[in-house]
């Protein structure tokens, strides 16, 4: 289900608690009008945008079950950069490029520097993902983990005087100490599931397993007290291993930006978000995007057998996501 408006008035409509796990990524600070009344992002001052992000993570603490996670998807911008609303209040070039279809080329001629806020300097950094992280930890979540996203195809950038950025921040966030994380749902294969450190410094230099008792603890790639007899799934301690081949799913993710050829605003890739909806959302629990857009989110979980809701302030972008999932198999299931 989409619910069309602004997500601090459509998300009164949703019961407490009625949702598992939220997975978004609103709109950044200053990069792109949308051409939308009461949009969120072109707020003046960073200020101004956290404030209104604390009065949307507001409402979702509200509809989140006690034991549900937030996962917030959060880009970075440089001050003056030339995103954004221009300092004397008209739009950027990519707004222009929303409402006229034009190219960029067209309408280059009209802009203007970026916004420069206050406290700032150009060319500054304005740190608005951990801006946000902080002022929810503030409020009452538990900032739980900085995820890295690494993306191999970043976008080019002609800066001489610093590096191509090539990542952004998810955050992983929740009500309570304790919450569901399915954390065998989303481990990856080890990258040496069936020896050790040591096992292998031995074996270069030619000498035999070196470990207490002869044997070789599997430090990577096993399930704590298996059935194993075998002296290489030994610790140390003497407790063994279940050899699974995987380990724990590791803090940076390294995930291709993909277009979505349906809209001319950035998406994140189904993959990014896939471990977010298998680790935080139980099978048939449903996840919530306040910030919809083209609704890789609701795809993402149709096809893992959740349920889902988005918010959507734009009727273009709502329409698009709804076909979108439509067309996408399975069928979405009914859950209020």
Not at 17 to 37: A, K
Not at 107 to 114: E, H, S
Not at 138 to 143: K, P, S, V
């Amino acid at each position: 289900m989409i619910l069309i408006g602004d997500v601090r008035e459509k998300l009164k409509e949703l019961p407490d608690q009625s949702v598992h796990c939220v997975v978004t990524s609103p709109p950044y600070w200053g990069l792109r009008d949308y051409g939308e009344d009461g949009q969120i992002g072109m707020e003046d001052t960073p200020e101004q945008f956290v404030a209104n992000m604390v009065e949307v993570f507001r409402e979702v603490w509200r509809v989140l079950r006690d034991d549900g996670t937030l996962w917030l998807n959060l880009g970075d911008s440089y001050a003056g950069s030339g995103k954004g609303r221009n300092p004397d209040g008209t739009v950027h070039v990519s707004a222009m490029i929303a409402k006229q279809g034009s190219s960029a080329g067209t309408v280059m001629g009209n802009v203007k520097g970026g916004i420069v806020p206050d406290g700032l300097k150009p060319k500054d950094l304005v740190g608005i993902p951990w801006r946000v992280a902080f002022a929810l930890q503030t409020e009452g979540w538990y900032l739980r983990q900085d995820i890295i996203w690494h993306k191999p195809n970043p976008m080019p950038e002609s800066v001489t005087d610093r590096c191509t950025k090539s990542h952004e921040y998810i955050f992983l966030l929740s009500k309570s100490r304790q919450y569901y994380f399915d954390n065998e749902a989303i481990k990856e294969p080890a990258k040496y599931p069936f020896d050790d450190r040591a096992s292998r410094a031995d074996s270069r230099a030619g000498t035999s397993m070196n470990s207490v008792g002869g044997k070789t603890g599997i430090r990577f790639g096993g399930n704590k007290y298996g059935d194993s007899d075998d002296p290489k799934h030994a610790t140390k301690s003497g407790n063994e291993y279940e050899a699974t081949g995987k380990r724990n799913k590791r803090d940076v993710w390294t995930v291709t930006t993909r277009p979505f050829k349906g809209a001319h605003f950035a998406t994140f890739p189904p993959q990014l978000i896939e471990p977010c909806i298998l680790a935080g959302c139980p099978p048939d629990g449903t996840v919530l995007d306040p910030f919809f857009g083209a609704g890789t989110t609701g795809l993402v979980a149709q096809q893992h057998g959740r349920n889902w809701i988005g918010c959507e302030l734009n009727p273009v972008y709502a329409e698009m996501a709804a076909k979108r999932i439509k067309d996408a198999e399975p069928q979405p299931k009914l859950f209020i």
